[in-house]
């Protein structure tokens, strides 16, 4: 394997060195942090009035966290550290859980994140030979504009395509050769199931690596993913108070996400006690940014469920490798009093092969009872009319749920391309329970 390094010697800077610039960049970010209203006063609660107060690394834990709802609380403009004339940008989260928070950015903020981008897609193997076609949302959303500002930097030629028009995203690629693209891996599945039906030949694009992410996907999806595409799948990690993608991507190991450590300080926290959990077991990724101004944010409880993998990582890179994302603390599906991550289906169903390449999981009461259905399309290789081996199918995928994470659902099958795809963030969940209470 051969490795490309963007910035090498950051990425491959030694422990001790990152840890020393991650001290300097912690300082820097307490003393914009307490130019914010939000942090002038929760700073101040928790004794720490200047950057002095900090000493070392292990002084992190003097300051509190900050949640999602904090962040709602300061809208607009509590979490503004510069005067309102220094900012060039502002971008807000997609609000997968609620209203939106606002981050803002200066021009050494945004040429920073363009920094981490440039990292990531280099990291891959990309270069300006490339040309790369950024099929996610532009606007509000971080993806559209941080992948594409990333591309151009790596010199790509890049088309900004953005989201959804699947018939003119193939028409792009076969036009101008499109080598990589970045989408939600159920985008790129989509994408795929499209172009057999419409008949486009593999052959007639010149693909070869997509960057799937802003959505929790598994294992068996990237390899669907790739095999169904002949392409190379990598996982990018990002989220918007966190700048958006560029914060942990996979190198060509494609084995954990690099967390960039010069640009955040990561923590793996135990949920409900917060103390941190042994390495290597799962918890809630916290994330303090190093690089960001305008609006710093500390210890962020990120609400997104991981582990760090303890060992180096072959590439050479120093920095610590994320697992990827398993879901959310607040995804967490309770069906008859079992915790169920909706990851933990997909994991399933997208493990059997006849299975297409989209599905729904609806929740409603029976009764007292919650009862889960499981819809998926079926793959091409299943005809509609025939019902036997239908019903054998279905039965499988109940059976192989019930035995693998102890649901029993009804599963329902659908013809390819049938059920409700969205342009942003898969919707993958129908909780219709609360209604019947
Ligand atoms: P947003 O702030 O709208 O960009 O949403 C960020 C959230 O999307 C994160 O906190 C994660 O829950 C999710 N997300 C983004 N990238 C991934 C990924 N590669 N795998 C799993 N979840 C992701
Ligand atoms: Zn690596």
């Known amino acids: 394997m051969t490795y490309q390094y963007w ?3 950051m990425e ?3 422990r001790p060195d990152l840890e020393a610039w991650q001290l300097r960049q912690l300082k820097n970010m307490v003393t914009y942090a307490l130019r914010t209203p939000f942090y002038k006063k929760r700073l101040t609660e928790a004794g720490i009035k200047s950057e002095d107060a900090i000493k070392s690394l292990k002084d992190l834990n003097r300051i509190p966290f900050t949640t999602k709802h904090d962040l709602r609380d300061g809208f607009p403009y509590g979490f503004l550290s510069i005067p309102r004339e220094e900012v060039i940008r502002l971008h807000a989260s997609s609000g997968t859980t609620g209203t939106p928070t606002t981050i803002y950015f200066n021009k050494e903020d945004i040429s920073r994140w363009t920094g981490f981008v440039a990292r990531c897609i280099y990291g891959t193997g990309c270069d300006k030979t490339d040309v790369f076609q950024n099929m996610i949302t532009y606007g509000l959303f971080t993806g559209g504009l941080g992948f594409h500002a990333g591309g151009e930097e790596v010199g790509m030629l890049v088309i900004p395509s953005g989201a959804g028009n699947t018939t003119r995203q193939f028409r792009l690629m076969q036009d101008f050769g499109t080598t990589v693209v970045h989408a939600t891996p159920s985008f790129l599945l989509h994408v795929e199931a499209k172009m057999r039906e419409e008949g486009v030949s593999r052959e007639s694009i010149k693909l070869r690596k997509a960057f799937a992410g802003a959505e929790p996907y598994s294992e068996d999806t990237r390899r669907r993913i790739e095999e169904l595409l002949h392409i190379d799948v990598y996982n990018s990690y990002g989220l918007s108070e966190m700048n958006g993608p560029g914060v942990a991507f996979e190198c060509p190991n494609k084995n ?13 926290v135990n949920p409900d006690t917060l103390e941190p959990v042994p390495e290597g077991e799962t918890g809630e990724l916290v994330l303090t940014i190093l690089c960001r101004e305008a609006t710093p944010i500390l210890r962020y409880r990120t609400r997104d469920l991981s582990a760090f993998y303890p060992e180096p990582c072959s590439c050479g890179r120093t920095h610590r490798r994320l697992h990827r994302i398993t879901g959310r603390t607040d995804d967490m599906l309770i069906i008859n009093g079992v915790n169920l991550f909706p990851s933990q289906i997909e994991e ?4 059997i092969k006849e299975v297409g390449n989209n599905y729904l999981i609806v929740i409603e009461k029976e009764g007292v009872l919650d009862r889960i259905t499981v819809k998926t399309e079926v793959g091409p290789t299943i005809f509609m009319d025939d019902a036997r081996p239908l019903n054998a199918l279905k039965e499988r995928i109940r059976k192989t749920l019930q035995a693998s994470i102890t649901i029993n659902p009804r599963v329902e099958l659908h013809e390819s391309g049938s059920l409700p795809i969205s342009e942003g963030k898969a919707k993958r969940v129908q909780d219709n329970r609360s209604q019947d209470i």
Do not use: F
Request: glycine share 8%; aromatic share 8%.
């Open 256 to 268: 954990g996400l690099h967390i960039w450590e010069d640009g955040y300080i990561a923590e793996i």
């Open 348 to 351: 399933v169903i997208m493990s």
């Open 12 to 14: 491959t800077l030694p």
């Open 7 to 9: 910035n090498p010697k």
